[in-house]
């Protein structure tokens, strides 16, 4: 090895930007592609956000018909989740996995490319139902039996028919996925890095993935059971022919309960890996929260009936789910001390993904608090289905979830496209984030307690006050949303170039050029030989350490 | 000191708060509710004291130990600490567990007091539901769902109605009966809710205690009126229900309250009538029409 060629090596790269539109097997491409993808969606799901929003400010139905408040609601559950935050996960997935353990691309590079291809085409589908005669499945992104096999239209081709499909497609599109992300975790890493030198979002990636191997099965077994109640008169549902409706709701949150840790799994690995770049200081109890995430995993396969408490189960279940789900409290508990004792005594900076990592864990406790409440049969009872559950789920999925997101994109971001981002619009980004998302969402726990169900088009004037104060908030979380489009669009066309490593930050990714060249390391792979997060341990991360840095400076 | 007189103010704080919770809740009208209520305001406190402990400590990181501008270097790398670790996950591992216990009790005693008995678990035959009514056990009110309407049954009086009438503190078996999709049985007053089952009769137990009109809403989406499927419940005293049952016995079946038959008729003259919906079913045939424009206390 000569030092020329390993110099060589770091040219980053130069690309075009037509590859992002291309069949491409680089799973850095992948997962911009996946991300941009996914925001494009996010807009659309934000939109009809708006709507139903809009529609909720005042206690009539008279924004939109009732059929298309059903509608709309629908598709926001949907869009949001399938098209949005697995998809920008999955992005995120494939950016940070292989850089982080420094393999040259996923395990199954094709593979990697077809399964971000699916997501356009049952994209496409999914919102083509707009335009069905009989307009897009109404019955909530549950889609219970019967509501959903009632077919009003009563055609072959039906907005819940495209539903379904679009939905079975997605889980063939994430099983894809999670059979690549753990066979390259598994597989791929770089000489030295045991699994307990690996960055927690590995380990986070790692235990997210497994769940979709085991959860998406039943998910599609029963959305397989469900067209064909619709489509073809089958009664595996249908209680006339002798099926039963309670079964397709097992089915269902076997898997979609599972899937809440799918998507705030890896929000977990981002601020483990945040924390200690913005305080300066090493992941405190770094096997813990490793660990806690299999903890999470195990737990969270035996807890979906809390979904399902007034469906009608007996008392026993009713108790061993709500034991099984209180103790999830633990291993998530373990984590967010872990981030208190990260920060604690560190030399902080509120950069803005550090700003989305404090505001992120603030509403992330905030909901796990209404979570011990909602595990709590009694009073489950009374506020399951109510908007009570709308704002504690908001809060772990925007509150939380989002917040994180954003701060690993502006984390990230100099890193994958070679560009700085604005700090200022940053910022300004998290302000009206931060606010409008509690002002959106802390109105809907009053409103559960006080009684007023989800998904209805129009309620009791008693409802009203809170609602005009969570609609506002809306509107501010969609106005939130200009800036940050403003910053990555006009960062990545004529930002600041960026350097190797803006934050001074412990990692393998951050020892190549920014942005990368294909093949990442090449032939360079690095042994690992200490523990991640060395914060201020002096410890170098690989073996000549040294080398590889000279060789970015000198490109 | 200072960690003491913080600790004893936030300790406060949350005291106060689970007072508060009471007032977030709708009247009690209901034995369940003041079980319900007592729960929540206990974890209301507890989660008071949680989060503001979180908080207090993520403020005083963000306004303590914030890096100076050109300081570049790192803080003293703690990696970890066996003894906190085992502390914090003890803590939080007792402290749920002793929610779930009293919750546990409070759920048995709501169990006592009657919800979610299936009729299956005592008598298979009645599992498929839709029996007439008089087969039914003395004092059982028939509560029949449809999209999107409710109808309540008093078999031994023969009367029908749209507004659910009970006397106050006296226990009361509902059978709930679906006959089209799920719906959901939801008295806030009452912090009760059950899921109706097509295809399966549900027993449900409840006792009022305290004299008003409440909401009765659906909480199970069950189709396009789902939001307008509402009815009253009028709990009053023993004298004036077996009034009310003597009176209405006297009434003519009429149709009762249907929202969605009213909307889906002006809909369907509209010339875009938006995107297509089950007909809703006639509305129920009964004594007591009710009215859901009467001022309710919760
Ligand atoms: C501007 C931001 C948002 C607003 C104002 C908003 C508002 C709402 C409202 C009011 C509902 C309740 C509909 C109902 O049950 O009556 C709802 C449902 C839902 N939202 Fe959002 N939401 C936002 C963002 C998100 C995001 C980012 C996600 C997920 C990534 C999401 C996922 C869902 C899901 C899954 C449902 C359930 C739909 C159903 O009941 O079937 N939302 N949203
Ligand atoms: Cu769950």
């Known amino acids: 090895m000569t030092s020329a060629t390993f110099s060589e090596n770091f040219q980053p790269e130069q690309g075009s930007w037509k590859r992002y539109f291309s069949f491409n097997t680089d799973a850095k491409v992948i997962g911009i592609q996946y991300i941009v993808l996914a925001f494009f969606y996010f807009l659309i799901g934000g939109l009809l956000a708006m709507i139903i929003r809009g529609e909720l400010i005042t206690p009539a139905s008279d924004l939109v018909d009732r059929s298309v408040y059903n509608g709309i609601y629908t598709m926001h559950g949907t869009i949001m989740l399938f098209l949005f935050i697995f998809p920008v996960l999955n992005g995120l997935n494939n950016l940070l996995i292989p850089t982080m353990i420094g393999a040259p691309d996923m395990a199954f590079p094709r593979l990697n490319a077809v ?185 969270g396969l035996i807890v979906w009936v809390h979904h399902i408490f007034p469906s009608g189960v007996a008392q026993w279940m009713r108790n061993f789910f709500m034991f099984s789900t209180m103790l999830i409290a633990v291993p998530t508990g373990v984590k967010v001390f872990a981030w208190l004792g990260t920060i604690w005594r560190g030399k902080l900076r509120l950069t803005t993904p550090m700003l989305f990592c404090l505001g992120g864990l603030f509403n992330f406790v905030f909901a796990g608090i209404t979570g011990i409440m909602l595990a709590t049969v009694p009073i489950d009872i009374h506020v399951s289905n109510t908007y009570f559950v709308v704002g504690h789920f908001h809060y772990v999925i925007y509150g939380a979830a989002v917040m994180g997101i954003f701060a690993a994109i502006y984390h990230w971001f100099p890193k994958f496209t070679g560009r700085m981002p604005y700090e200022g619009l940053g910022k300004l980004h998290f302000a009206l984030t931060f606010i409008g998302a509690n ?101 170098p991360l690989v073996e000549n350490q040294a080398a590889y840095e000279q060789a970015l400076k000198e490109n | 000191m200072a960690l003491a007189i913080s600790v004893v103010a936030l300790v406060a704080a949350s005291w106060w708060m689970g007072q508060q919770a009471y007032h977030w809740m709708p009247v009690q009208a209901s034995t369940a509710a003041p079980l319900v209520d007592g729960l929540f305001s206990f974890e209301t406190a507890l989660g008071t004291f949680v989060f503001g402990a979180v908080v207090a400590v993520m403020l005083w990181v963000v306004v303590m130990h914030r890096a100076d501008k050109y300081d570049e270097s790192d803080a003293v790398p703690i990696e970890g600490n066996t003894r906190l670790e085992v502390i914090w996950t003890v803590i939080p591992l007792v402290v749920v567990m002793a929610i779930a216990v009293y919750a546990m009790r409070v759920n048995t005693t709501l169990g006592v007091l009657g919800p979610m008995e299936h009729i299956h678990m005592a008598d298979a035959r009645e599992e498929q539901g839709g029996f007439a009514g008089d087969r039914l056990p003395t004092e059982q009110v028939e509560v029949i769902s449809r999209q999107w309407s409710w109808e309540f049954r008093y078999p031994q009086d023969h009367v029908s109605s749209s507004e659910l009438h009970l006397a106050v503190d006296q226990p009361v078996t509902l059978r709930l009966v679906s006959e089209d999709v799920i719906h959901g049985f939801f008295i806030p007053a009452f912090r009760l809710k059950q899921d109706l089952i097509p295809g399966r009769a549900i027993n449900f137990n409840i006792t009022p205690t305290r004299e008003g009109r409440y909401r009765l809403r659906d909480s199970q989406f069950s189709g396009t009126w789902f939001a307008a499927n509402q009815a ?11 009034a009310w049952l003597k009176n209405a016995a006297t009434q003519p079946l009429q149709p009762g309250l249907s929202d969605a038959v009213g909307q889906y008729e002006a809909r369907k003259k509209l010339k875009n009538p938006g995107w297509a919906t089950v007909p809703p079913a006639p509305p129920p045939q009964v004594n007591v029409p009710g009215s859901n424009t009467l001022p309710h206390d919760a």
């Open chain 1, 115 to 299: 399964a971000f291809w699916l997501v356009p085409i049952f994209g496409t589908l999914l919102i083509s139902s707009f335009f069905v005669p009989g307009g897009p499945a109404y019955s909530g992104w549950w889609s219970f039996p019967p509501v959903s096999i009632q077919n009003p239209i009563g055609t072959f081709v039906n907005g819940q028919g495209l539903w379904i499909t679009a939905v079975a497609l997605s889980g063939v599109s994430s099983i894809m996925g999670a059979i690549n992300f753990v066979t390259t975790i598994l597989r791929m890493r770089a000489p030295g890095m045991g699994l307990f030198k690996m960055p927690i979002f590995c380990w986070t990636a790692l235990a997210a993935q497994c769940l979709q191997l085991v959860g998406l099965p039943a998910l599609t077994g029963g959305a397989l059971m469900l067209l064909m109640d619709l489509s073809f008169g089958t009664s595996f549902y249908r209680a006339e022919g002798g099926g039963d409706p309670v079964l397709y709701q097992h089915f269902f949150w076997f898997y979609s309960h599972p899937a809440v840790y799918v998507i705030i799994l890896p929000v977990f690995g981002i601020f483990s890996e945040l924390f200690p770049v913005y305080s300066r200081k090493p992941l405190f109890g770094y096997v813990y929260v490793a660990l806690a995430s299999f903890i999470i995993d195990f737990l």
């Open chain 1, 439 to 539: 002002l959106n969402f802390l109105p809907m726990h009053p409103l559960g307690l006080m009684g007023m169900p989800r998904r209805v088009s129009s309620y009791d004037p008693e409802f009203a006050f809170w609602n005009v104060l969570a609609s506002l908030g809306a509107f501010l979380l969609g106005v939130s949303i200009i800036p940050f489009l403003l910053n990555m669009i006009s960062s990545w066309v004529r930002g600041e170039k960026a350097p190797a490593n803006p934050w001074n930050a412990i990692g393998l990714e951050w020892l190549l050029p920014s942005p990368p060249h294909e093949d990442n390391f090449g032939d360079f792979v690095p042994t690992v030989i200490s523990r991640p997060y060395g914060y201020g341990s002096g410890l």
């Open chain 2, 232 to 242: 009253d419940v009028v709990v009053e005293s023993e004298e004036t229900y077996k």
